[in-house]
């Protein structure tokens, strides 16, 4: 097989790649969780009452699709990003005093790959900055840039904590 994805990985494209290699003579269907699942808790669809949807952090709804509509598993992923972040900022506070743009590369690029996996656009578009601002060795800027990710982490977290305490 010599065949790729481009990141961030989305599911469906993931399962619509292992169906082009799979043979269709193969002995087990591939299931297909995705299709046309929307996100079910207790029979209803969960609806988020957040005044604007341009405040959100993330796109819920579509990054709960991307999770086979698995709330409880998307939420747990997002704890865990979460808890992975907050160490990050750390680290890469500490880079900047010792000025270690390989670091903040590093954890500015792992930052966007998550946020891109969650839909988390703004937390995305503040990481690629400061990942290309590292690459480019110009981090003038960079504890306003790290700030900025940490601002948006925290909005991520408030809508978690949310999320989480609006469960029927």
């Known amino acids: 097989m010599d065949d790729f994805i481009t990141k961030p990985l989305k599911q469906k494209d993931f399962l619509a790649k292992v169906r082009t290699w799979v043979t269709p003579d193969a002995q087990q269907p591939i299931l297909l969780p995705y299709s046309e699942f929307k996100a079910k808790r207790d029979g209803a669809k969960k609806e988020v009452a957040l005044e604007d949807d341009d405040a959100r952090p993330l796109e819920y709804e579509k990054a709960l699709e991307e999770f086979g509509g698995d709330e409880d598993f998307l939420l747990e992923v997002m704890g865990e990003f979460l808890k992975k972040a907050v160490e990050q900022i750390e680290i890469m506070r500490k880079a900047l005093k010792d000025n270690d743009t390989e670091t903040i590369m590093r954890e500015a690029h792992s930052i966007k790959g998550a946020a891109g996996n969650l839909l988390a656009e703004d937390l995305l578009s503040v990481a690629s900055q400061l990942e290309q601002a590292a690459i480019a060795n110009t981090l003038q800027a960079g504890p306003v840039m ?23």
């Open 146 to 168: 790290v700030e900025k990710l940490n601002n948006e982490i925290a909005r991520i977290a408030d809508f978690v904590e949310f999320i989480s305490s609006t469960d029927p």
